[in-house]
Antibody
């Protein structure tokens, strides 16, 4: 069974940092491109970042470029999102997604003083 | 404002057929596959349609997708109360070098 389990969310002050993790199981993680997608409370889905299966290709949404860093460790079947200089508008549930089909249950990030 | 345009709401009665649209441009829908997701309240999105019109295993054939030019649509036939959810279209945008989503359509089953 495919599983994606996000962790690392929580309450952080504006300007602070958080590192999200996504643990994958049930599929060949190293063969899949991965994405982070977020959803602000009561809002729609917003793509955040993409990383290719081998990690050589990375893309970011303009809203997070220069502040967020995506990475992966294929030996550990894990995906990461380092979030720096957090803003109130970054408050959202963050989902990791494998290719287009598999999604985790999400982890809530709240940026507030 | 989302790159892909979806009507904010749609509705139908049980047994009816409803369709919802997703409009984009040549850099996204016009040149890439379209995906559709269903999101029930408080849950993660679930893939309904991939590569324009393909259904993952387990998705009923009541759900169908199509694409023409820079627009796509999702049709649900034999509407059921459990279909009440938010529906999102998504694709890759070559100009933005990123995945793009529609703003979502909230389906109400009357």
């Amino acid at each position: 069974e495919v599983q994606l389990v996000e962790s690392g969310g929580g309450l952080v002050q504006p300007g602070g940092s958080l590192r999200l993790s996504c643990a994958a199981s049930g599929f060949t993680f190293s063969s899949y491109e991965m994405n982070w997608v977020r959803q602000a409370p009561g809002k729609g889905l917003e793509w955040v970042s993409y990383i290719s299966s081998g990690g050589s290709s990375i893309h970011y949404a303009d809203s997070v470029k220069g502040r967020f860093t995506i990475s992966r460790d294929n030996a550990k079947n894990s995906l990461y999102l380092q979030m720096n200089s957090l803003r109130a508008e970054d408050t959202a549930v963050y989902y990791c997604a494998a290719a287009w089909g598999y999604w985790g249950q999400g982890t809530l990030v709240t940026v507030s003083s | 404002q989302s790159v892909l345009t979806q009507p904010p709401s749609a509705s139908g009665t049980p047994g009816q057929r409803v369709t919802m649209s997703c409009s984009g441009s040549s850099s996204n829908i016009g040149s890439n596959y379209v995906y559709w997701y269903q999101q029930l309240p408080g849950t993660a999105p679930k893939l309904l349609i991939y590569r324009n019109n393909q259904r993952p295993s387990g998705v009923p054939d009541r759900f169908s997708g199509s694409k023409s030019g820079t627009s796509a649509s999702l049709a649900i036939s034999g509407l059921r109360s459990e279909d009440e959810a938010d529906y999102y279209c998504a694709t890759w945008d070559d100009s933005l070098s990123g995945r793009v989503f529609g703003g979502g359509t909230k389906l109400t089953v009357l």
